[in-house]
């Protein structure tokens, strides 16, 4: 089930035009680790982070690029995984 719910999560997070590939994912215990290479146009660019599971919360934690960093800002990409889990966990 949070397989399906993480690869909903990508695909929604940069709309269309984002490209998830390399995707790679494994759990130990109630935590996984995954990593992807994000594309959108000509730039490709790889995450890596966690999300750990419990009876009460999921927690993410990315390490994102310095371009994303950069360009995006950390509390605008926050703002939008923020707002994909509250919808996925709200379906």
């Given at each position: 089930m949070?397989d399906?719910?993480?690869?909903?999560?990508?695909?929604?997070?940069?709309?269309?035009?984002?490209?998830?590939?390399?995707?790679?994912?494994?759990?130990?215990?109630?935590?996984?680790?995954f990593?992807?290479?994000?594309?959108?146009?000509?730039?490709?660019?790889?995450?890596?982070?966690?999300?750990a599971?419990?009876?009460?919360n999921?927690?993410?934690?990315?390490?994102?690029?310095?371009?994303?960093?950069?360009?995006?800002?950390d509390?605008?990409?926050?703002?939008?995984?923020?707002?994909?889990?509250?919808e996925?966990l709200?379906?």
């Amino acid at each position: 089930m949070m397989d399906r719910a993480v690869d909903q999560l990508l695909a929604g997070a940069g709309g269309s035009s984002l490209q998830v590939t390399e995707k790679q994912q494994s759990w130990n215990g109630s935590v996984m680790s995954f990593s992807f290479v994000g594309k959108l146009g000509f730039v490709a660019l790889p995450i890596a982070g966690t999300l750990a599971v419990d009876d009460v919360n999921v927690t993410i934690d990315l390490d994102l690029p310095p371009m994303v960093k950069n360009f995006a800002g950390d509390q605008k990409v926050r703002a939008i995984v923020d707002e994909n889990v509250r919808e996925m966990l709200a379906a």
